[in-house]
């Protein structure tokens, strides 16, 4: 189960560099006060938040690399204690933690779950979710603070595996499914983009189902993965590309799991 293993320090520089910057960008303000994340890191791993995923942004501008938005994915306390009790299908709570040193994120902390069929990281974005922000220009114990923000998160995870429950329970017919297709395609910033038949395809014989929870977890998974065949304006066929930026797939996660939320508020 690789997706439960904690990363190293090496792979950390490797994904994300920026996560080790000890200054921040050279147009930053005096005025900001600079917290490495690697040191938020390592406070969260010592208290038992181990670091699973990470990516960072691109940016074409000469040397802002280093300074960009990271996220790091933490397995809760608990996941590590019982991860060999996990089987397909089951979600693993987890804590997303997004910064930057180039002043475009504060710290920011919001419930994950990473989903054991396919890996896929979901974010949750709920009303009735919290997501915490810790600002740079913050006291002197802001990884403490990040540490308590984390603990904050993760305790809503009932909540949102209550919703989960309720989504689960709910079925869609065809017409509710095409609606919900079409308006998860409009969340896409893509030019190319695939049908919603081919957004509603199951990609493994566990994700078949007409309830809501099935129906979001197939859209999210194909459009983060991408890879259908389709045309572009020229009539050329082409595949669509997988969501690579960091920004993008926070932004598009989040959005369906709202759009979820209302599309439940209607049936």
Known sequence: ????????EDQLRRYVPSAFASEPWDRMSAKYRMIPTID???????NGFVPVKADQGRTRIPGKQFFT????RFNAPSVINNWQDHKVGDLVPQIALSNSHDGTSAYKLFLAFMRIACMNGLMVNSGTISEISVRHKGPESLAEDVLDASFRVIEQTP?????????????LNRDQRMAYAEAALELSDHSL????EQLLTPRRYTDQGESVWHTF???????????????????????????????EDVRLNRALWRLTEALTEKI
């Open 193 to 196: 983009k695939p049908s919603p």
């Open 159 to 171: 909540t949102a595996l209550a919703q989960i429950e309720d989504w689960s329970k709910r079925e």
């Open 69 to 72: 938005r990271h996220v790091i």
């Open 1 to 8: 189960m690789a997706a439960l293993q904690q990363l190293s």
């Open 40 to 46: 938020v890191i390592k406070h969260l791993a010592d």
């Open 217 to 247: 977890n197939v859209v999210q998974e194909n459009l983060i993965r991408g890879g259908q065949f389709t045309r572009n304006a020229n009539g050329a066929r082409r595949h669509v590309r997988p969501i690579r930026s960091v920004n």
